[in-house]
């Protein structure tokens, strides 16, 4: 963890050129516009507004001992404004770089600071096409420049639904010229697009709309990847929606990239942005109206901050953000606010008497802050605490706000629970009894243990397994933050490790669900080697699959019907499809021999009935194949996974799928294999297989060389009439008129059945096989047992009791007896 140091003053302007004038026009409460430094820190250059008296304007300040001519370049009103003051790099001079002037009608002035010579303009360029067009955002990436333009269409009295759609994101590099700078071919990202800013980091450009005139259209943003031509499609109110990847000009189109998502849009809810700017890491920060800051990644997450103080924000009310390594820094009402990005914490918060605070940038000082003011230019520092090792405060916060969060979602009271009111209040023991004990276990290692309460003394040893747990999960997180590149994949694996495992043994709801797809999906490989070790996963001496995972563990993998249910929404997937996914990705062979294993285990040790377990409503090997079908490109390791997959359920549907997918791929030796292997698990399969088999041998001659092991599956039911009758059916039918003797000789003849025919013939009757014992015995008929005839007394017989079956068949069985 960081702390910020003192407020340090590095520059009074003394060291600037023309620093009376900076400080001046900074004391004047004339509000500059915009404030920004060079890229190497040595140029300060301000925009100023056009407030009276003087004229709107461009301001340049350097360092002293950077002699030269300075830059000033204002203009009148009527003339187009200045859009974009940007830092490019140079495409002469490689670490060089180049200041670019851009107006509002596409003007664009390249300038070049000289040392000893000063600000010399090398070239006008226009960067627009259209003479009406008007460019109403840009931002630099690299030597390129990105813009948004509008484009008026050419009848004044068009529809205003078609008019919003006047907009065009366009780029255009800066290149090296016979005759100086030169611009490159206009690409165009997005047309026939809403109002954008554009906004730039290293790798991406976001694009945030600019007016909510429009309902649909102001409720996600577009990230453009310049290096994959692809556009994502993303919303702060539901994450990652569509991936457009853009081949031609012609899917540019604004309105065909929705096309796909237009209903999943149309529910979600407004886009609510106050300020918005772009973090060093590449990521977009955004604050909303209510205080609340996120950061939107390149790849279309989301995740909250922080939340600022002070309620509502004003329209009219600034907001500065700006990251210093990891460290968010934001001004809001006078006040300072220093955040840490990773957890979300609060370093510090200062009041700041200074008017007007403008952040820079610190070359070389990555974890420092610098803010020009009125007076200079002041400087944060960061320093680390001098034990780190003892994270205790904010865990013990962590302890109280979650309590806060369980407690008050309990209550039914309207009155909200603060962290004060619950270490005052007594009335909830559990989150002081867990503070205590982790303040005393994580104290003992740096000072001799506190006394604690007898009750949570017996608590502590209930727990220490638990706390030796985090503890050295917290121990391996500092080491991921620490250690070398060379390391950190390494660390990861099994620190990825340590929380799979973690969640496989404790609930598995929606929240862990939903973080375990997040591990598999942000550490695909780490989350595949820790699945096999908590499945204790590896092939035996005879190269087949076993898993020596406990009971509980193998539930969390299958889950039951209910989890299959609740999940699948807002792209979590339920844990068992993860899995198959990773070996589809690490180790496809093993995958039907892992459906085969979940098998064996759902019928020999779960509990419930065929409706209640995992597989109640889809088969494990439907679950596997759904994985299988979600691949972008299929192949022929793909049709094969299918057919093992199918197979390996056993079950008869599945089998005799993979039977007819063998067939229409014509793979008649595996056909043969495949039928002589599962026609032994019941009767019923075997006759299914061979009635199938028996009408693709009707209709073509590629199963003849396998007759001799196809004709011994002949089920025992089967007559000679009846497949006599099956191959009638499905003969081939044939335009001309049948001949004794084909020339073709693919025809089927009586020859070829004739090993069948007489295997059924020769046969012994089923019912022969019934009365073999009776006719096979020495006397028929069987002598008469010998029978012993008793007389109950009338008061016994009247006494016993009697069913009332048994007092109307007795006598006729009697009757029957003397009878024969």
């Not at 461009?58 to 003339?79: K, M, T």
């Not at 019928?603 to 079908?629: D, H, N």
């Not at 043969?672 to 028996?694: C, D, G, M, Q, R």
């Not at 008929?781 to 109950?792: A, D, G, M, V, Y």
Request: net charge neutral; aromatic share 8%.
């Amino acid at each position: 963890m960081k702390r910020a140091g003192m407020l340090r003053q590095v520059s009074d302007f003394s060291d600037w050129s023309r620093g009376h004038w900076l400080q001046e026009l900074l004391c004047q409460g004339e509000e500059p516009s915009r404030v920004q430094a060079s890229p190497d820190g040595q140029h300060l250059l301000v925009l100023q507004k056009s407030r009276p008296p003087p004229l709107p304007r461009v301001l340049a300040f350097q360092r002293h001992g950077i002699a030269g001519a300075d830059l000033e370049r204002n203009w009148q009103p009527p003339q187009p404004a200045l859009v974009g003051l940007l830092f490019l790099q140079s495409p002469v001079t490689s670490g060089s770089w180049v200041l670019a002037l851009v107006w509002e009608h596409g003007r664009t002035e390249v300038w070049h600071f000289v040392v000893a010579v000063g600000w010399q303009l090398l070239q006008t360029l226009e960067l627009c096409q259209g003479a009406r067009a008007r460019i109403i955002s840009v931002c630099s990436q690299g030597a390129s420049l990105v813009w948004c333009e509008e484009r008026p269409p050419l009848d004044v009295h068009s529809d205003m639904s078609k008019c919003a759609f006047r907009f065009c994101v366009c780029t255009r590099a800066l290149e090296a010229g016979e005759q100086g700078m030169r611009l490159g071919t206009v690409r165009i990202v997005l047309h026939n697009s809403p109002e954008y800013q554009v906004l730039a980091s290293p790798q991406h450009i976001f694009l945030v709309p600019t007016t909510d005139s429009f309902a649909t259209t102001s409720k996600f943003l577009l990230i453009w990847h310049p290096e994959e031509a692809k556009l994502t499609i993303t919303a702060p109110s539901a994450g990652f929606i569509h991936n457009k990847v853009l081949h031609s000009s012609s899917e540019s189109d604004f309105r065909k990239l929705l096309l796909g998502s237009v209903g999943l849009l149309s529910g979600l809810a407004p886009l609510d942005i106050h300020t918005s700017a772009v973090s060093n890491s590449g990521g977009l920060l955004l604050v909303s109206t209510k205080g609340a800051v996120n950061i939107v990644e390149p790849d279309g997450t989301q995740r909250h901050i922080f939340d600022l103080e002070g309620g509502p924000l004003a329209q009219r009310s600034p907001v500065q953000l700006k990251t210093f390594g990891s460290i968010l820094a934001c001004v809001l009402a006078g006040a300072l606010y220093l955040i840490d990005q990773n957890s979300g914490r609060l370093i510090e918060k200062k009041i700041l008497n200074m008017k007007e605070v403008h952040f820079l940038e610190s070359p070389g000082e990555e974890d420092g802050i610098q803010l020009l003011t009125q007076t200079g230019i002041y400087s944060f520092s960061f320093s680390k605490h001098e034990d780190s090792s003892r994270p205790e405060p904010c865990l013990v916060d962590m302890v109280f706000e979650e309590a806060c969060r369980y407690y008050q979602r309990r209550s039914l009271s309207s009155s909200k629970l603060t962290v004060e009111k619950l270490k005052k209040g007594g009335a909830f023991q559990a989150p002081v009894a867990l503070a205590a004990i982790l303040q005393h276990s994580l104290h003992q290692k740096q000072k001799p243990a506190r006394g604690l309460q007898d009750t949570y003394a017996k608590l502590l040893s209930t727990m220490s397994l638990e706390l030796q747990s985090y503890m050295s999960l917290e121990l391996l997180k500092t080491c991921v933050v620490c250690a070398p590149e060379s390391e950190v994949e390494s660390y990861c694996e099994e620190l990825v490790e340590q929380e799979v495992s973690r969640v496989l043994h404790s609930d598995m709801d929606k929240d862990n669900l939903a973080y375990l797809n997040s591990i598999f999906s942000s550490f695909p490989k780490a989350a595949w080697k820790a699945t096999r070790s908590c499945l204790q996963l590896q092939q035996n001496g005879d190269g087949l699959l076993v898993a020596r995972a406990t009971p509980e563990v193998w539930k969390k993998v299958l889950g039951g019907p209910q989890q299959q249910e609740e999940v699948g929404q807002n792209g979590v997937v339920p844990l068992f499809e993860l899995i198959c996914a990773s070996f589809l990705r690490f180790k496809p062979k093993w995958l039907p021999s892992f459906v085969e294993l979940t098998q064996q285990y759902v019928s020999i040790s779960w509990t419930f009935s065929s409706k209640e377990g995992p597989e109640g409503r889809v088969p494990l090997y439907k679950r596997a194949l759904g994985v299988l079908a979600k691949k972008n490109k299929c192949s022929e390791a793909d049709n094969e996974m299918e057919l093992e997959l199918l197979l390996c359920s056993k079950r008869p549907k599945a089998v005799l799928q993979a039977l007819h997918l063998l067939i229409h791929l014509k793979r008649w030796q595996r056909v043969v294999e495949v039928a002589e292997k599962f026609s032994k698990l019941s009767p019923l399969l075997n006759k299914e297989i061979f009635t199938t088999l028996l009408a693709e041998f009707a209709q073509h001659r590629e199963l003849d060389p396998y007759l001799d092991t196809l004709w011994p599956l002949c089920p025992a039911d089967l007559t000679a009439s009846d497949i006599l009758t099956m191959v009638l059916q499905h003969l081939p039918r044939s335009q001309e008129d049948p001949v004794p003797f084909s020339s073709e000789g693919n025809q089927l003849t009586v020859g070829l059945l004739k090993p069948l025919l007489q295997r059924v013939v020769q046969r012994p009757c089923v019912q022969d096989e019934m009365y073999s014992d009776a006719l096979q015995s020495p006397t028929f008929p069987p002598p008469t047992p010998p029978r012993e005839h008793r007389i109950p007394s009338k008061a016994a017989a009247d006494d016993a009791p009697q069913p009332p079956m048994a007092r109307t068949s007795s006598p006729s069985v009697l009757v029957q007896g003397d009878t024969a």
